[in-house]
């Protein structure tokens, strides 16, 4: 069974770059069979997905954040990761990754989750 | 981007009764030449990552219980838990995946009465 993990640090400062990596155990993150994803749930809002990348490469965005985010995977590494750059305190949040099934009729739910990490944007 | 409203915010249900969480979107995310319904559903008890509950509108996940189940179509689609159980005390959240941004509703808290 496929397990996610967040790591990165809790605290960033304002204009800052937050850096974020989610290690996969459990599966091949080169299977070719998922989109790896990162959703946000920032303090008294709904989730919000924020964007995913496939093992080759390919990213699609939240054109919301898509000016000051980059997406990268490491498959030496069966991993992948989030920078979020110039961040302010409305960038506070708990980050998830996440996983989406590969599908033919476009099935962009999540069906694997990590535990989450708690960034806090502060000087 | 397609709005998702969910209602109510809270609701405290007794153990053993049926709980109704509504979920709207802003347009319809029924997808006519599949004849699906691209929403979903979660489950984020406290101090938990969401889980998949439902998807499909009404296909559940693997392992979740019969007792879940979600109906609806076009804009207007609701979760039900048909008798609560304690362990099903959690924030439940819907999720349409129609189109970019995959957003989600505000969550509806569910307790025990």
């Known amino acids: 069974q496929v397990q996610l993990q967040e790591s990165g640090p809790g605290l960033v400062k304002p204009s800052q770059t937050l850096s974020l990596t989610c290690s996969v155990s459990?599966?091949?993150?080169?299977?070719?069979?998922?989109?790896w994803n990162w959703i946000r749930h920032r303090p008294g809002r709904g989730l919000e997905w924020i964007g995913y990348i496939h093992y080759t490469g390919t990213t699609y965005q939240n054109r919301s954040l898509k000016s000051r985010l980059n997406l990268s995977v490491d498959t030496s590494q069966n991993s992948f990761s989030l920078r979020l750059s110039s961040v302010t305190a409305a960038d506070t949040a708990v980050y998830y990754c996440?996983?989406?099934?590969?599908?033919?009729?476009?099935?962009?739910?999540?069906?694997?989750w990590g535990q989450g990490t708690l960034v806090t944007v502060s000087s | 981007d397609i709005v998702m409203t969910q209602s109510p915010d809270s609701l405290a249900v007794s153990l053993g009764e049926r709980a109704t969480i509504s979920c709207k979107s802003s347009q319809s995310i029924f997808f006519t030449p599949n004849s699906k319904n691209y929403l979903a559903w979660y489950q984020q008890k406290p101090g938990q990552a969401p889980k998949l509950l439902i998807y499909w509108a009404s296909t559940r996940a693997s392992g979740v219980p019969d007792r879940f189940s979600g109906s609806g179509s076009g804009t207007d689609f609701t979760l039900t838990i048909s008798s609560l159980q304690a362990e099903d005390v959690a924030v439940y959240h819907c999720?349409?995946?129609?189109?970019?941004?995959?957003?989600f509703g505000p969550g509806t808290k569910v307790d025990i009465k």
């Open positions: 996440a996983r989406i099934p590969v599908g033919d009729s476009g099935e962009y739910f999540f069906d694997s």
């Open positions: 999720q349409q995946y129609f189109t970019s941004p995959y957003n």
């Open positions: 459990g599966g091949s993150i080169s299977s070719g069979n998922y989109f």
